[in-house]
């Protein structure tokens, strides 16, 4: 079987247009984060509900038109079927596509208590469907596309609607539909918030700031080195040299090429014939002997108090055990009552009033209006507890 792709500005406007009118769609997106350093929408398939459910590839590098691509995947199209929107969403908005009016099926399966939730485990358990994942990690850049990279495309939507109809059926039988919509929203909203102010480079390496001085200060240029060598080519900072290499690198400190070879990756590609940026920025960071005060202080200023992190702690021991009971007494999942980042606003926040509990994103009129009295009572009691200590 021949599987084609549309791959001109025409078939894609031929394709979408009618598409506006239907009731639901069926739809994934691949990008290549794994191998480039600003990830880009490489393919868009889907199937169509009203139509033969055949899926059809888009080669989003070859026809872009960000106007139909909004119109069709914002609030205002059809409802679009996709299993674990966070990454889509994410991926569609940083090249300014805001995706709406979403089933995510990956959502539902966790509200529903799935031990399992990824796509594959879900449509075996729930639709007796095998499909095969052996190209998760491939490179959505490369063109052209194969046969073989296009029929996994097509398996990653083809079984979409079977899963949704299951899985919908039950979320309308155990009666979650708004708790449900109310978590896809807080997915879409928070894909699309403006992303924090970005750490220099060494901070993302993991036990950086637990390093000793010196060593801070030579994986601080390390990291930069690798940072821009990554911009210039294109590729993701790991492509490079990994953290732990950057991490040996800063223990051992080698002032000759000969230093380097001892760290195998760094003998060879793209790591090799930069060799001498690597030596030059260890001397800069033993030079400095440490990173600057003020990235260090941006890290550790502002954190709660002792006296706050007990309170935090009582409430959501507090929290936790009324989650679990109401959730048996409902025979829902716990994330139904309160899903895990609104235990943490709670937590957070201790807001004092039913309009600061609605001022917190993802809970949801739905669940304020059933559980909000037993929420500011439980923060109250702790509260109380908490100027009983002081």
Sequence with gaps: ??????????????????????????????GDGLFRYRPRVCTMQLCADDTPVVPVVVD??????????????????????????????????????RLGHIFDTALAARLLGEPATGLSSLLAKRCS????????????????????????????????????????????????????????????????????PEKPPWLRIKGARRLPPVQRGVLRELAQVRDSAARTWDVPPFRVAHDRELLELARRRPDQLAGLRGIKSLARGRAKSIAQKWLAAIARGVTAGDAPAEELDDQTAGGPSPTERARRKRLERALVAWRTREAQQRGVDVQVVLPGHGLQDLIKHAPADSDALRAIDGLGDVRVDRYGDHWLQLVRQESSSQRGES
Excluded: N
Aim: with cysteine; net charge negative.
């Design 1 to 30: 079987m021949e599987y084609s792709v549309i791959d001109e500005p025409a078939r894609l406007q031929e394709l979408l247009s009618p598409l506006l009118e239907v009731q639901r769609v069926g739809i994934d997106f691949e």
């Design 60 to 97: 989003t590098l070859a026809c872009w038109d960000s106007e139909l691509l909004q119109a069709f995947l914002g609030p205002q199209g059809p409802l679009k079927v996709l299993h674990d929107a966070a990454f889509d969403t994410r991926l569609l908005w940083s090249h300014g596509i």
């Design 129 to 196: 469907v095998e499909i095969q994942k052996d190209q998760q990690q491939a490179d959505w850049g490369r063109r052209p596309l194969t046969q073989k990279a296009i029929r996994y495309l097509h398996d990653d939507v083809r079984h979409l609607f079977l899963l949704h109809d299951s899985l919908a059926s039950d979320v309308d039988r155990v009666g979650i539909a708004e708790e449900l919509q109310v978590e896809c929203d807080y997915v879409l909203d928070q894909a699309c918030r403006p992303d924090p």
